[in-house]
């Protein structure tokens, strides 16, 4: 009887390592969203909105991999000379497309967090601090974040019309879903 309660204390022991260490397994989750810039000049404001925002994360708080990036063609600020514009600074032909490689996402204070990564953007590549919001959604998540940044940053020329810049710095907006990978 004392060796089948000790074979039992061990099997549940066992039982117990194995179900925290599946628990603390990094989960994979698939990304979907979009980034929408604000720019303006003294003339005006406007936003450029792109849907494009697709990729693959792994997270175990607060480790993070993975990349999500965007098609940098696909901006759309509702004004059509303003967006080839907007392809032309990017060089869309030389750089296609925005990745931001993940390295971690640090809960801050309820649904407070801050995504630490490396963008990369017309070949230079930036660490970059993202805080933000992320709310549970059944199993996924929702992210809403945002930062800012300037051209400059980016080896980017300022956009300008009738010798007027846009102004910087811009404010960059991300809205993404997480849903986990099974």
């Given amino acids: 009887m004392k060796r089948w309660k000790l074979e039992m204390r ?8 194995a ?9 994979s989750y698939s990304v979907e969203g ?6 303006s000049y003294p003339l005006g404001r406007w936003q450029g909105v792109n849907p494009t925002a697709r990729g693959v994360v792994l997270w175990r708080e607060p480790e993070a991999s993975g990349q999500v990036c965007v098609e940098l063609s696909r901006f759309d600020s509702g004004n059509w000379l303003r967006d080839a514009d907007t392809r032309g600074v990017f060089e869309i032909g030389q750089y ?16 407070r ?15 970059i601090r993202i805080e933000g919001q992320l709310e549970a959604d ?3 998540y929702r992210f809403r974040g945002s930062f800012k ?3 400059s940053e980016w080896n980017l020329q300022r956009p300008s ?14 809205e993404a879903r997480a849903e986990p990978v099974r």
């Fill in 10 to 17: 061990l099997v549940v022991l066992v039982w117990m390592l």
């Fill in 19 to 27: 179900c925290g260490a599946v628990a603390q397994a990094p989960q």
């Fill in 34 to 39: 979009k980034v929408t810039y604000f720019a």
């Fill in 96 to 111: 296609p497309q925005s990745c931001f490689e993940a390295s971690a996402l640090r809960r801050l204070e309820g649904e």
């Fill in 113 to 127: 967090v801050l995504l630490e990564g490396t963008l990369e953007l017309h070949g230079v590549k930036k660490r």
């Fill in 138 to 140: 059944g199993a996924a």
């Fill in 149 to 151: 940044t300037s051209f």
């Fill in 161 to 174: 019309l009738f010798f007027i810049s846009v102004d910087d710095p811009l404010e960059v907006r991300l």
